[in-house]
């Protein structure tokens, strides 16, 4: 049964997230214009934060229980003293781990607010506490895995015929450990995290260029053989700087492309924090241009506008449910789906407005950063059904243990995926990463596109 504390404890967290919720609610609704996307931001902020803190107990109190003398040892008069002299030589081990494991956690929930932080701030305490929050996701999903085995098992268990099933696995010793021991599940987890973590901020920025041949209907001659390029999730901010944009330019500029498209969350942040680590943009090369459309995050931080504004002054064209000739293609961008509700002034996304520019005989290529905007695109057939969606937003995932997560809940996660109006969409898993600076192998990626 839980002690009297823990119940004070828990019955004080459901309070403060009910405050939460109730003044988050009342917040977002009172603001106006921009404010009401960055004020639901926070809210969404302090309720994820309030909810990982319950994780955060748990990850310490299993990590708290490796130092504590092992087995089931009832402590009679015979080894009341065996316990006491263990407990007493683990008692230092115990109280390093407890202050750093207390520290790591703090530095893990500090990562969202130090958005908000300044400059100094961030640039001091950003990597720290991003790098924290990337193990942390790691060693929560495994030891969360590992609690679910062990549940599951009990509860078979608890019957006789899932006690006759279960118990010849049960007898061999290593699946009895991997399934009961959680002292044995934490040492596991805690190697895997390593294992992971190191994998992935090794693996962050290491970008890939993936190539992909597409023929789509009706294109033009002039058109055939365009290389278009892919970007999308660049996350300026945090730890990604001008030194990672500069990388990025650099590898999208060799692959000499036709027209450049950065698909939405450019940043994490204001103009007036982060315009000098963007303007390496300015040094894009195409052909026919570089084009931009809005994600989810450019409503999180200030006004929109100041972006959508400061952009073509690097020579990047902002398509907001607009559409461009493209040597013969009409491209179509649109403002992200979540801009009408982020309040901002002239943002929403309106498919039918742009698309009815295009004309019937010429390939439509859409720009949109969710790729759950593709069930309201694919609606519109006139002047024809749009032949290729270009979005990103996913991340696929970004970590090991999130990916199999999305892929569950998310209708489209990565790669291409064939429309119920004939047309199709690739989605990207991002060229850089969000947070953490950690990603898995392969998956920070430049996608160029040629036209058959």
């Given at each position: 049964?839980?002690?009297?504390?823990c119940?004070?404890?828990?019955l004080?967290?459901?309070?403060v997230?009910?405050?939460?919720?109730?003044v988050?609610?009342?917040?977002?609704?009172?603001a106006?214009?921009?404010?009401k996307?960055n004020?639901?931001?926070?809210?969404?902020?302090?309720k994820?934060?309030l909810?990982?803190?319950?994780?955060?107990?748990f990850?310490?109190?299993?990590?708290?229980?490796?130092f504590?003398?092992?087995?089931?040892v009832?402590?009679?008069e015979?080894?009341?003293?065996?316990?006491?002299?263990?407990?007493?030589?683990?008692?230092?081990?115990?109280k390093?781990?407890?202050?750093?494991?207390?520290?790591?956690?703090?530095?893990?929930?500090l990562m969202?607010?130090?958005?908000?932080?300044?400059?100094w701030?961030?640039?001091?305490?950003?990597?720290l506490?991003?790098?924290?929050?990337?193990?942390?996701?790691y060693?929560?999903?495994?030891?969360?895995?590992?609690?679910?085995?062990?549940?599951?098992t009990?509860?078979?268990?608890?019957?006789a015929?899932?006690?006759?099933?279960?118990?010849?696995?049960?007898?061999?010793?290593?699946?009895k450990?991997?399934?009961?021991?959680?002292?044995?599940?934490?040492?596991i987890?805690?190697?895997?995290?390593?294992?992971?973590?190191?994998?992935?901020?090794?693996s962050c920025?290491k970008?890939?260029?993936k190539?992909l041949?597409?023929?789509l209907?009706?294109?033009?001659a002039?058109?055939?053989?365009?290389?278009?390029g892919l970007?999308?999730?660049?996350?300026v901010?945090g730890?990604?700087?001008a030194?990672?944009?500069?990388?990025v330019?650099?590898?999208?500029n060799?692959?000499?492309l036709?027209?450049?498209?950065?698909v939405?969350?450019?940043?994490?942040?204001?103009v007036?924090s982060l315009?000098?680590?963007v303007?390496?943009?300015?040094?894009?090369k195409?052909?026919h241009g570089v084009?931009?459309v809005t994600?989810?995050?450019?409503?999180?931080?200030?006004?929109?506008?100041?972006?959508?504004?400061l952009l073509?002054?690097?020579?990047?064209?902002?398509?907001?449910?607009?559409n461009?000739?493209?040597n013969?293609?009409?491209l179509?961008?649109l403002?992200?789906?979540?801009?009408?509700?982020?309040?901002t002034?002239?943002?929403?996304?309106d498919?039918s407005?742009?698309?009815?520019?295009?004309?019937?005989?010429r390939?439509i290529i859409?720009?949109?950063?969710?790729?759950?905007?593709a069930?309201?695109?694919?609606?519109?057939?006139?002047?024809?059904?749009?032949?290729?969606?270009?979005?990103?937003?996913t991340?696929?995932?970004?970590?090991?243990?999130?990916?199999?997560?999305?892929?569950?809940?998310?209708?489209?996660?990565?790669?291409?995926?064939?429309?119920?109006?004939?047309?199709?969409?690739?989605v990207?898993?991002g060229?850089?990463?969000?947070?953490?600076?950690?990603?898995?192998?392969g998956?920070?990626?430049?996608?160029?596109?040629t036209?058959?």
């Open positions: 049964m839980p002690s009297p504390t119940k004070a404890y828990c004080l967290w459901i309070c997230f009910a405050v939460t919720y109730v988050g609610g009342i917040a977002v609704t009172s106006s214009g921009h404010a996307g004020t639901t931001r926070v809210v969404i902020v302090l994820a934060e909810i990982m803190l319950l994780m955060s107990v990850i310490y109190k299993r990590i708290m229980a490796l504590e003398p092992q087995g089931n009832k402590p009679d015979d080894n009341k003293l065996a316990i006491a002299a263990i407990e007493m030589r683990l008692a230092p081990y115990r390093i781990a407890s202050i750093a494991t207390i520290v790591w956690l703090t530095l893990s929930h969202y607010f130090l958005y908000y932080f300044p400059d701030a961030q640039h001091a305490l950003f990597l506490s991003a790098t924290s929050l990337g193990v942390w996701t060693l929560i999903a495994l030891l969360f895995g590992f609690s679910l085995v062990n549940l599951a009990r509860v078979v268990q608890m019957s015929l899932g006690t006759r099933l279960i118990k010849p696995l049960l007898d061999i010793p290593l699946i450990n991997l399934t009961l021991n959680s002292r044995l599940q934490t040492q987890a805690l190697f895997a995290t390593l294992f992971f973590s190191l994998l992935t901020f090794y920025d970008v890939t260029v190539q041949s597409l023929h209907k009706d294109t033009p002039q058109a055939k053989g365009m290389r278009l970007i999308s999730d660049l996350h901010g730890t990604v700087g030194a990672e944009i500069n990388m330019v650099e590898l999208a060799e692959q000499q036709d027209a450049i498209f950065i939405g969350d450019l940043v994490d942040g204001t007036s315009s000098s680590m303007s390496p943009i300015q040094h894009l195409a052909k084009f931009f994600g989810n995050h450019e409503y999180y931080y200030g006004d929109a506008n100041d972006w959508t504004q073509p002054k690097y020579g990047v064209k902002v398509l907001q449910n607009a461009h000739d493209l013969g293609v009409c179509v961008g403002d992200d789906i979540s801009a009408e509700k982020s309040g002034a002239n943002h929403a996304m498919a407005k742009a698309i009815k520019g295009c004309t019937p005989d390939p859409a720009l949109a950063h969710n790729p759950v905007s069930f309201n695109i694919s609606k519109i057939t006139e002047p024809r059904p749009v032949d290729l969606i270009l979005s990103g937003h991340h696929a995932g970004q970590f090991y243990v999130v990916a199999p997560v999305v892929y569950m809940l998310l209708p489209f996660l990565h790669g291409m995926y064939n429309l119920p109006n004939g047309g199709r969409m690739l990207s898993a060229t850089l990463y969000q947070g953490p600076p950690m990603k898995m192998a998956y920070s990626e430049l996608w160029v596109i036209l058959q």
